[in-house]
């Protein structure tokens, strides 16, 4: 496994899980998972909020759809089991998304009236008057998707695999050698070690892997921001809230009392606007006071990786043994656990071959 971000981690385990002798490459592995100290230079998936945005995708069929569904499938299992690692790992449940008009509120209801097993319902203007007085058009609310915490999403797993004695190497893979029907992995360090099966979870970096090879899947960085927030006025506790409210694709995350995340989705290019408060500026006249007055206490960015041309995720075995499952862009903590199992049902489809 090279990567040990959501994807790397939380396939590692999955397959670990299920007998097979894993190794996992990355430099990180030899820092703690924090954002303190390093906010300029996270990985995608210490920088995201951790939003499980499954139910509410807009489309009802397709490889995406499937992934989201059977990914929120399993996300219980996955908290469970990862909380004897991290018994503050929660899968925190509800994600509210406010119609920003009456198209939006009508592709709400539609399919609201299509997934009420899954959790779905509308909500009025009136419903949210405690919530967000500024909506017009009424809202969605999802009762199962909602957000876990990345970082102890991270820790759980690292500590999980640890006690699975999957060898954790904080190194990083320099190339890739094919060799006969096995791989060689060349780290950074000089040394290098064979293995049956290569699974890359390198996000931006894949192709830095993968050009050499000649096979190429180039991604783009698209930056998203993040606020930590402390209110001065407004809410004291989050009675009413959901786990995550999105409203014109801002994240609102309510943490604790008077406290909470405010993440921005969509950001193309690499760099970090100069000045973060304009993330809440941006809201569009539809944040309230307290939010506006409300005063930064942290702040981080990251990138995203979005295939050019393909759709995200990529998910593909490109040759015998070499796996990638990467360019997860806007929903790879979302995508974690369908990954994991689409990755293991590859090789264990391999290992039938070989058989
Ligand atoms: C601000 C922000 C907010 C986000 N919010 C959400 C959200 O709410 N919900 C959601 O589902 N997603 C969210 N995302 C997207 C999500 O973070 C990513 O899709 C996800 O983290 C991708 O996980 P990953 O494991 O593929 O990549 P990463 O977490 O980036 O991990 C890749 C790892 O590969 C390692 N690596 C790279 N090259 C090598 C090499 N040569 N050798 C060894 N290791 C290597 C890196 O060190 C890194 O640790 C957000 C992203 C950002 C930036």
């Known amino acids: 496994m090279i990567g040990a971000g959501a994807i790397g981690l939380g396939t590692a385990w999955h397959l670990a899980q299920q007998g097979h002798d894993v190794s996992v490459y990355d430099p990180r592995l030899n820092q703690s998972v924090d954002r303190e100290g390093s906010a300029n230079d996270l990985s995608g998936t210490s920088a995201s909020l951790g939003v499980l945005m499954g139910h509410v995708f807009r489309r009802s069929s397709g490889r995406g759809w499937r992934l989201r569904r059977r990914s929120m499938e399993l996300w219980p299992q996955w908290i469970e089991t990862l909380q004897a690692h991290q018994p503050d790992l929660r899968l925190h449940p ?24 899954l959790g779905l319902q509308m909500v009025t203007n009136a419903d949210l008057a405690a919530v967000w007085p500024t909506a017009r058009h009424g809202g969605l ?3 199962h998707d909602g957000r876990v915490n990345p970082l102890l999403l991270q820790r759980a797993l690292r500590q999980a695999l640890a006690e699975q004695s ?10 890739l050698e094919r060799n006969d029907n096995h791989w060689r992995v060349h780290r950074a360090d000089g040394d290098s070690s064979v293995h049956n099966l290569v699974v890359l979870c390198t996000a931006l ?18 930056l998203g ?10 809410p004291t506790t989050w009675n009413n809230w959901p786990s995550v409210l999105v409203d014109q694709g ?8 008077g406290r ?18 304009t993330l809440m500026r941006n809201l569009n006249e539809r944040a309230p006071e307290w939010l506006r007055s409300a005063k930064v206490v942290g702040h981080w960015s990251g990138l995203r990786a979005r295939p050019v041309d393909r759709p995200a995720p990529l998910l593909e075995e490109l040759e015998p043994g070499l796996i990638l499952a990467s ?8 995508l974690t656990p369908g990954t994991a199992e689409w990755v293991a049902a590859e090789v264990e489809q391999r290992s039938l071959e070989q058989a």
């Open 166 to 175: 999957v060898e954790l190497n904080a190194m990083a893979v320099d190339h």
């Open 250 to 257: 801002f994240n609102l995350i309510p943490t604790a009392p």
């Open 225 to 234: 921001q993040a606020l930590s927030l402390e209110l001065t006025t407004g």
């Open 94 to 117: 509800g994600l509210l998304q406010i119609a920003e008009d009456e198209q939006a509120a009508k592709r709400m209801e539609a399919l609201a009236a299509q997934r009420v097993d």
């Open 260 to 277: 909470l995340l405010l993440g921005a989705t969509v950001e193309p290019g690499d760099r970090a606007s100069e000045d973060p408060l």
């Open 205 to 222: 970096h894949s192709d830095v892997l993968l050009e050499p090879l000649g096979q190429a899947r180039p991604m783009t960085p698209v």
């Open 327 to 334: 360019g997860h862009y806007r929903n790879g903590v979302l």
């Open 141 to 143: 609310h999802s009762r």
